[in-house]
């Protein structure tokens, strides 16, 4: 893509304090974007806020403190990006977590709470919350990062699998939306999944230097992933998968 290919775009990235976002804000603003990141710990958004806006050499990269979990306070940060900055032109959904069993007998249906709020509940609110201002924008794109087991469940992963699932099925629904707005021209936004085995990320590696981390997607590689989003017309990205590891 290279520096520039974004110039002009406002992007929103949910979940931008964890190292996934540390990296796309980073490579969003290398790219020209204004990025406007969320995360609910202020003092690590902060910190991915600035690395992201030194990196870049002063790029516009802000960050809001936001319950993802309440509608109405994802619509206001909505609402006030479109305000403050004049569009929407992306939403990217880094939300994560997980919980998982050593075996099918030994789940807990507590994890599936836990993970129906974090992986699904995110989704529909920013979903939600942004379509109307992604579907008003020329390149619009809602950006999904899943996993490869919402193809294939194992039996220790069942809530995590189901609820990527979910989240999986209301991103294709929202591709749906952006698919009938388009009219007979095609969609002109669009609603993309893309599809880690898990991610890695150096911290990991100086934790774990023997691991292998095989399949795994390092979050320098995702960042870049998902500026290319951008770089496809959106009929051939909406509704659709795009995978960055070895389908099951």
């Known amino acids: 893509m290279g520096n520039g290919a974004l110039n002009g775009a406002v992007i929103a990235v949910a979940g931008a304090g964890g190292p ?8 969003l603003a290398e790219a020209g974007a204004t990025v406007v990141g969320a995360d609910n710990d202020p003092e690590r958004l902060s910190e991915a806020v600035d690395a992201a806006r030194y990196a870049a050499g002063g790029a516009t990269v802000t960050g809001d403190t936001v319950d993802l979990l309440d509608l109405q306070s994802t619509r206001d940060w909505a609402t006030h990006i479109e305000k403050d900055f004049g569009r929407v032109d992306g939403l990217v959904h880094l939300v994560g977590g997980w919980r998982g069993s050593e075996t099918f007998t030994k789940t807990s249906l507590d994890d599936w709470d836990f993970l129906e709020l974090l992986l699904v509940k995110t989704v529909q ?36 699998s189901a609820a990527k699932a979910a989240a999986e099925a209301w991103t294709l629904a929202l591709a749906d939306y952006f698919r009938k707005a388009g009219g007979p021209d095609g969609p002109t936004s669009a609603a993309a999944i893309l599809v880690v085995k898990a991610l890695v990320h150096d911290a990991m590696r100086a934790e774990r230097p023997n691991a292998k981390f095989a399949g795994f997607t390092d979050v320098k590689d995702l960042a870049e992933a998902i500026v290319d989003v951008w770089s496809k017309p959106a009929a051939e990205v909406n509704g659709n998968r795009l995978w960055l590891t070895e389908k099951p």
């Open 20 to 27: 996934a976002g540390r990296a796309t804000l980073r490579r």
């Open 125 to 160: 609110h920013t979903s939600l919350a942004f379509h109307e201002a992604l579907q008003r924008s020329e390149r619009g794109r809602y950006v999904l990062i899943s996993a490869a087991g919402a193809s294939k469940p194992t039996a220790g992963n069942a809530a995590y």
